[in-house]
């Protein structure tokens, strides 16, 4: 079977240790400035009251100084890494891992969208069987399946799904598996025809748990 080498595609893109893995809300609950003290403050205890009144109020004028730089708080080894304070994640930079065949041109042309709206996109090329597996394992059902597969922030992007509804979704970030546009509907990003009389009405659907619903119509 085919699933760990597409999931040794997916991973082996970045080692865990890499820095600038995001990580998803609410997975950090340290606070770098609540556990790390400036040690300058305690070292004037064994020095003469002159010298210490002297060098304390010095040492608090520099402590002032230090203390709103995150510079000098990870200095120390024991700083855990700089998280990301616990509020939901500002709006992309998102980096989506799309999945599509080699010869997938409306796949390409999404790929476009998306980058001209802002996200970074990385882009992996799967056999057709690769992709259905994939598709599978991301909990896409099959009535709802198109050309490409995207994967952002823990959601699952199916199809031509426009980047401003990818947006709204990581903005709000609803209890569901992802967002489809099944099939391939005409005048949808990446699927515009020079004649756009023949751009139809889509909807996106969020889909999950074995639910779908709408969760936003397009008209052309
Ligand atoms: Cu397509």
């Not at 890499?18 to 609950?29: A, F, K, L, V």
């Not at 959601?155 to 609803?174: C, N, Q």
Request: charged fraction near 20%; aromatic fraction near 4%.
């Amino acid at each position: 079977m085919s699933l760990s080498g597409v999931h040794a595609v997916r991973n082996g893109r970045r080692p865990p240790e890499d820095p600038t893995i995001r990580h998803p809300p609410g997975s950090s609950e340290e606070d770098p400035i609540v556990t790390s003290t400036p040690r300058a403050l305690s070292t004037d205890r064994r020095r003469p009251n002159s010298v210490r009144v002297g060098a304390a109020s010095l040492l608090l004028a520099v402590g002032a100084l230090l203390a709103p730089a995150p510079a000098a708080l990870a200095e120390s080894p024991a700083t855990p890494p700089a998280t990301p304070p616990a509020t939901p994640p500002a709006t992309p930079p998102a980096t989506i891992q799309v999945y599509k065949t080699p010869t997938c041109g409306c796949c390409t042309k999404w790929v476009d969208h998306l980058r001209a709206a802002g996200f970074t996109v990385e882009t992996t090329e799967l056999t057709n069987a690769k992709l259905d597996a994939l598709k599978a394992m991301n909990g896409v059902p099959a009535e709802l399946a198109s050309c490409h597969t995207g994967l952002v922030d823990g959601y699952v992007i199916e199809g031509h799904v426009p980047a401003s509804d990818v947006r709204k979704l990581l903005a709000e970030r609803p209890k569901v598996s992802g967002l489809a546009v099944p099939g391939m509907p005409m005048g949808s990003p990446g699927m515009e025809h020079p004649d756009k009389s023949r751009h139809e009405a889509f909807d996106v659907l969020a889909f999950g748990e074995g639910s779908t619903r709408v969760f936003s119509n397009h008209q052309p």
